[in-house]
């Protein structure tokens, strides 16, 4: 065999394995959504991208069976074309022995080095960059592959699909979608600029309603305006205007009592036509929906669907009312700083400056590790509110001064109302310094608490 004859050779061996590596990496690459859209719009190939990668055996068979007969058949070929050549440029300054030795290490690394480079590399990486486009380019070719070699190809298969049995490894790629995969791509949309940073945080609060208890989201007992069923015409016109809300609850003798709730609009209805409001009037009161205290956001929104409501009365163990509950405070919950708070509200958190955080104590625990960016504090299944985390790392009711410093924040206890956490500091202390000298960004430093009082 010439030279160019031998060269040639060489060639199509580097595109036959060029070939191979760009099907192998290719499929495996593949994104099942993008493959079912193309499949959607038309595309025949597509189709059978999907169903090689249901039952990718036999296609990885011949990918490897391909690439290491290429593989043995170009060293062969290579070795023996190059070899000589080598040999006889490289005995002008050595003795034959050692030319012959060198012009086969020689041979030997030039034919490796294209193979790594045109036959691995490159098509390995257009494989990776265009993978659906790629898969549906060289499932056609593969499959008349697979039909050529099949005997060949049942043999293999057979025999490794007996080791991984034997093994007890599966076969078949897991395809079941979690919500961890979910959060990873909207993550990475958010890094490749696709999704703003507000619109992952409102899907990844979408996916915290399992978690979220509905504690996190309520209007506290202390905060709820209420009436009593004999509430005289002058006491509910007055709390209407001192206490402006969509919804109140209707109680008897005190609010752990609840027999109902009516709805403001009724109420201004007949104060604007002058009529007399008494709770006792027939259809006035709605029969209010009680939940208990343990429920999660994602319970109360299917109990809200279930009865046609959007106002809950939340309930302890002990039958007593601890707060109340409507659709606009799940919303509110999942939307985040999307919607900023009503007129009637304040900010439960306020940045006041770069290294620190005014905080109300009833805010849930979720909100603050976000505006903090800390993936996580100790005992999280203990408490809801920010409150609830300092009683739990401080043993008992917090006062104040009273701080906790842990994950590069100290958190400080600044105002107290009746044994109510009312407003906690929160400040970003220096980052530590490792015996590198780096600092470790906040939220990732070593979960040892100082506690003081």
Not at 5 to 17: D, E, H, K, R, T
Not at 30 to 40: K, P, T, V
Not at 309 to 328: C, H, K, P, R, W
Request: charged fraction near 20%; aromatic fraction near 8%; include cysteine.
């Amino acid at each position: 065999m010439t030279l160019t004859q031998s060269l040639l050779v060489i060639a199509l061996l580097i595109a036959a394995s060029a070939f191979f590596s760009v099907a192998e990496l290719s499929l495996a690459a593949s994104r099942r959504l993008r493959l079912r859209q193309m499949a959607d719009e038309g595309d025949g190939r597509a189709a059978r991208v999907l169903l090689m990668q249901e039952q990718p055996g036999d296609y990885f068979t011949v990918v490897q069976v391909g690439l290491n007969a290429v593989a043995i058949l170009g060293g062969i070929v290579g070795e023996g074309a190059l070899s000589p050549y080598f040999s006889d440029v490289l005995a002008l300054w050595l003795a034959q022995p050692q030319a012959q030795t060198m012009g086969f290490w020689a041979s030997f690394l030039v034919v490796t080095s294209l193979f790594i480079l045109f036959a691995d590399l490159l098509p390995k990486r257009l494989g990776m960059a265009n993978s659906e486009r790629m898969a549906v380019l060289v499932v056609g070719p593969m499959q008349w592959c697979m039909r050529l070699f099949k005997p060949l190809i049942w043999l293999y298969s057979r025999a490794a699909d007996a080791l991984l049995r034997l093994s007890g490894l599966p076969s078949q790629r897991d395809e079941r979608v979690t919500s961890d995969d979910i959060l990873a791509m909207m993550e990475a949309g958010a890094r490749s600029g696709v999704l703003a940073a507000r619109e992952q945080q409102v899907i990844e609060n979408l996916f915290e309603l399992d978690t979220r208890s509905v504690v996190s989201a309520m209007s506290t007992r202390d905060r709820v305006a209420y009436f009593l069923r004999d509430d005289p015409d002058h006491v509910i016109r007055a709390r209407i205007a001192n206490e402006p809300f969509s919804t109140y609850p209707v109680c008897v003798d005190d609010i752990d009592h609840v027999v109902g709730y009516v709805d403001a609009k009724d109420l201004f209805q007949r104060a604007l036509n002058n009529q007399p409001i008494s709770l006792a009037e027939e259809g006035l009161v709605h029969k209010a929906l009680i939940v208990p205290d343990r429920l999660s956001l994602a319970e109360v929104l299917e109990q809200f669907r279930q009865v046609h409501e959007d106002f809950a009365v939340i309930v302890n163990e002990y039958s007593l009312v601890v707060g109340v509950v409507t659709l606009n405070d799940v919303m509110s919950t999942v939307m985040g700083d999307l919607v900023g708070p009503s007129s009637d509200e304040e900010e439960q958190i306020v940045r006041r400056d770069e290294n620190s955080w005014l905080v109300d104590g009833i805010t849930p625990i979720n909100d603050v590790l976000h505006a903090l960016a800390i993936d996580e504090l100790p005992h999280a299944d203990e408490y809801e509110t920010l409150a609830g985390f300092l009683t739990v790392m401080l043993r008992r009711v917090p006062r104040r001064t009273d701080s906790v410093t842990l994950s590069g924040y100290k958190f400080e206890v600044i105002d107290v109302d009746s044994y109510r956490v009312d407003q906690v500091l929160v400040s970003r202390l220096s980052p530590l310094r490792t015996s590198a000298g780096d600092s470790p960004p906040p939220g990732h430093e070593p979960q040892a608490a100082d506690v003081r009082s």
